[in-house]
Nanobody, 118 residues
Framework: QVQLQESGGGLVQAGVSLRLSCAAS????????MGWFRQAPGKEREFVAY???????SYTNSVKGRFTISRDNAKNTVDLQMNSLKPEDTAVYYC????????????WGQGTQVTVSS
């Protein structure tokens, strides 16, 4: 099992930056890919970004150029630097992880709220 703990959410104004962090513990061999998803009120949970242990990254189009994902493999952490935040970025952000040969993200954090006011 892998436990994921997010931190760094909050209430901010549009245009500012916020950094989310996620720390993994437990069977960290199952954290080949770590990433972020978000769920806005009344909407489905959606993919935001992920990064593999090898350094490969992927972003959803709406955050490209504004969000940057990074990870520290030694510390089993993954961060999401969010710049130029918009009200539509408001959501609960979830950290997720999967093993190298898994097609789905199997482990999830509890989520952290990000609210962007206009």
């Amino acid at each position: 099992q892998v436990q994921l703990q997010e931190s760094g959410g909050g209430l901010v104004q549009a245009g500012v930056s916020l950094r989310l962090s996620c720390a993994a513990s437990g069977r960290t061999s199952s954290t080949y890919a770590m990433g972020w998803f978000r769920q806005a009120p009344g909407k489905e949970r959606e993919f935001v970004a992920y990064m593999t242990r090898d350094g490969y990254t992927s972003y959803t189009n709406s955050v490209k150029g504004r969000f940057t994902i990074s990870r520290d493999n030694a510390k089993n952490t993954v961060d999401l630097q969010m710049n130029s935040l918009k009200p539509e970025d408001t959501a609960v952000y979830y950290c997720a992880a999967r093993g190298r040969y898994s097609n789905t993200f199997d482990y999830w954090g509890q989520g952290t709220q990000v609210t962007v006011s206009s």
